[in-house]
């Protein structure tokens, strides 16, 4: 049994601070406990009254006759440690703490705050919050929660849960869900996470029989590998995962780490680990309630992207057909059998895709159905969209349509049909019995099943965590550019010939050694960035050039940096030609050491167009991380140019991940900068390694 099975299944509940005013926050919880018809024991704790809300009240935890199964605590922040003690003492399992005050607010309450882990940890308790809106679960009536939302709607039972970091938006996200009828399975809202957290939340969720799909929001994550491996565990299972991620942005991240006390991690990167673990992160609460509504009407993910669409408007069916093509969703023509089924049906037709029915497909008995039935029958799409305007306004019009829709439906179980129309909630709520989801806008019906097609495509390629790291060969010295790619060459990337120089005779034999043309850098621990000083001069054609840029490069450096500790010139063949490319390690507070590749050079950071993955990568998912940068289409015979040698990129990056995982207790950052890839082979020009 999952350990926090307790926490939703409580045989009997202590509430600490039952209030007898149904509208205070201690009389909310009971009244919403006892309007929910919830099917436990209840104990209201209230040192002052001997009734509260008609239950018999004790005036601690401990005068309660027989056993406690949970406590849960909503008094002020100065008696909580004592009545959780009190509580513990009782032998509860579990804990909810709704009350505020703790890591949120100050050092002294994040003391405060551990003082509760310390004492719930000792007694095996598991404890949600404090600052915590507590929980619902719809399958025994469970509502511990004081979220005014319930005053005026109850959500419903049904297969959707949801694990929120942020109790207002958890009540927001339920609240709008409610309205539109989706039913939850559970409801927990997390606070502070001082014990439990959205992570390990959701992989209660992926056990949890009773919930088909998962939607989640995290400010901010303590244990990254928690989250990773809670994804993944919902991605095997087969439960797709929504999952939102406040502080996108700067003002975003700043607002998240004063509102729980920790802060936001790299956005970048838990947009990488969400994809790489079969999650799909939307862009807004609406978003999300519709993708999790499409997953759990439907009971499963689309197959392929193709989609089918129907409409009786040819604009309709081109916005949704833009849409599609935007998001990741390809209309496939229709197949020389499909367009003459269709024009069996629908002479008059255009047998294209979107296919226009116009409004004669009324005058024709079952027109649209029937036309439906001949797209599923001579296509492989996963999805078919119908777009029929208003019809759904009319039940007793509507009846046979849907009969036949239904039927349809049962035909082609392992298919999404999708009813783009207005309709009545009835209307809507039959179809959905039967798998047939209905939407009024057709934009979010795309954008729906265009997120839920992206879990799908990610299944395929989910990330494999690695196991127990090896011990790592310590690194020496890597202070330098020359000394940073020793380390790197040892460890299989490919590399130049080159030598550190300590006079201008000696720079000029070394390049004469190597052939001409060379380059001559400036070699020092204290300037990682020899662009920004003048230290590099390219294109260096014979003996005397480069004693002259030996000279002029150590006048450079004490020029721009004078205390600057200068081991000499570092001189090596000047390489021409290639497709400069980027590729590092960022190790991320969060989650760990991430793979970076992307477009190289000096412009990097203003174009930004570089993606991550999670180390170490595998070929094919080194392969994914090159064609997921825009710029990766200069390797591929751009405007006539060459194919450049993209296995030995591959091979690099994956050498560079291996590295990046063995050393990530010491490193801080990889950067190799550039890596050039040439027809046959790639080398690194410049690395620089950040220690911790």
């Known amino acids: 049994m999952h350990t926090l099975h307790s926490l939703f299944f409580p045989g009997s509940v202590a509430l600490i601070g039952a209030s007898s005013d149904p509208e205070r926050i201690g009389g909310r919880v009971l009244r919403f406990m006892l309007e929910g018809g919830y099917q436990g024991t209840i104990y209201p704790i209230n040192k002052g009254e001997a009734l509260v809300q008609g239950l018999k009240a004790y005036k601690n935890i401990t005068d309660v006759p027989g056993t406690v199964d949970q406590a849960v ?8 440690e004592t009545a959780l003690r009190e509580a513990v003492s009782k032998g509860i399992k579990s804990v909810q703490i709704l009350t505020a005050g703790f890591a949120e607010i100050d050092e002294a309450g994040k003391q405060q705050q551990q003082k509760l882990v310390d ?7 598991r404890m949600l919050g404090p600052n915590s809106l507590g929980l619902l679960n719809l399958s025994n009536k469970f509502s511990a929660t004081f979220s005014t939302a319930l005053n005026g709607l109850r959500p419903v039972k049904g297969h959707i849960a949801l694990a929120t970091q942020s109790g207002a938006f958890g009540s927001a996200t339920y609240g709008m869900a409610s309205l539109r ?4 399975s559970k409801i927990v809202a997390t606070g502070n996470e001082a014990d439990v957290d959205v992570a390990e939340c959701i992989d209660y969720l992926a056990e949890d029989a009773e919930t088909k799909v998962i939607c989640a929001a995290v400010e901010s994550c303590k244990d990254g590998n928690r989250l990773r491996l809670a994804l993944l565990k ?12 406040a502080g996108r942005t700067e003002v975003g991240a700043t607002a998240a780490a004063t509102h729980t006390g920790s802060l936001a991690g790299n956005d970048t990167v838990y947009d990488t680990v969400f994809a790489e673990c079969g999650a799909f992160r939307p862009q807004s609460i609406e978003e999300m309630l519709d993708i999790a509504y499409v997953c ?18 040819g604009g309709i069916g081109i916005l949704m057909a833009d849409h599609a093509s935007d998001h990741g969703l390809a209309l496939p023509k229709l197949s020389a059998e499909g367009s003459a089924a269709v024009l069996e049906v629908l002479p008059f037709a255009v047998a294209a895709n979107p296919l226009d029915t116009t409004a004669q497909v009324t005058a024709v008995k079952s ?7 001949a797209l599923l029958s001579h296509s492989s799409c996963a999805t078919i969209f119908a777009y029929l305007a208003h019809v759904g306004l009319s039940p007793s019009r509507f009846q046979s349509t849907s009969d036949e829709l239904i039927a349809l439906k049962a035909k082609f179980p392992e298919r999404a049909i999708i009813m783009v129309m207005l309709a009545t909630k009835e209307v809507a709520a039959v179809l959905d019995s039967h798998g047939i989801p209905t939407f009024a806008d057709p934009s979010r019906a795309v954008l729906a099943m265009a997120g839920a097609y992206q879990m799908a495509r990610r299944r395929a390629t989910l990330f494999s965590p690695p196991g127990a790291r090896p011990s790592a060969k310590a690194l020496g010295d890597v202070s330098t550019e020359a000394a940073a790619k020793k380390v790197l060459a040892d460890a299989g990337l490919p590399m130049l010939p080159e030598s550190v120089c300590k006079s201008a005779e000696a720079a000029a034999t070394t390049a004469t050694t190597f052939g001409f043309p060379v380059v001559a850098k400036i070699s020092s621990p204290d300037i990682p960035h020899k662009t ?5 001069m390219l294109n260096l054609q014979d003996a005397d050039a480069v004693r002259l840029a030996y000279d002029e490069l150590i006048r450079r450096a004490r020029a721009a940096v004078p205390d600057a500790h200068i081991d000499g010139v570092l001189v090596t063949p000047m390489l021409k030609g290639g497709v400069e490319t980027i590729m590092g390690i960022h190790m991320d507070p969060t989650f760990g050491p991430m793979v970076m590749f992307g477009s190289g050079g000096t412009a990097v950071e203003l174009f930004k167009d570089v993606a991550f993955a999670s180390a170490p990568v595998t070929e094919a998912r080194a392969r994914e991380l090159i064609d997921s940068v825009k ?14 040698d993209e296995q030995a990129l591959v091979k690099a990056i994956c050498k560079l991940s291996e590295f990046g995982e063995a050393h990530a207790d010491v490193l801080e950052s990889i950067d190799v900068n550039p890596l050039v890839v040439r027809e046959n082979g790639a080398v690194c020009l410049d690395a620089v390694i950040t220690l911790r």
């Open 73 to 80: 605590i909503i008094i002020p922040a100065a008696g909580v």
């Open 119 to 125: 004492i719930c940890r000792e007694n095996g308790v």
């Open 181 to 184: 009828g989706l039913g939850f």
């Open 234 to 245: 919902a991605a095997k299972a087969g439960k797709p995962v929504l999952i939102m991620k």
């Open 296 to 313: 759990a009407v439907t009971g499963s993910l689309p197959a392929n992207a193709d989609v089918a669409i129907l409409t009786g408007s």
């Open 367 to 373: 027109g649209v159905t029937r036309t439906l039935d």
């Open 532 to 536: 920004e000083v003048g230290g590099v």
């Open 631 to 644: 710029s990766s289409r200069l390797l591929r015979k751009w405007r006539g140019g060459p194919q450049y």
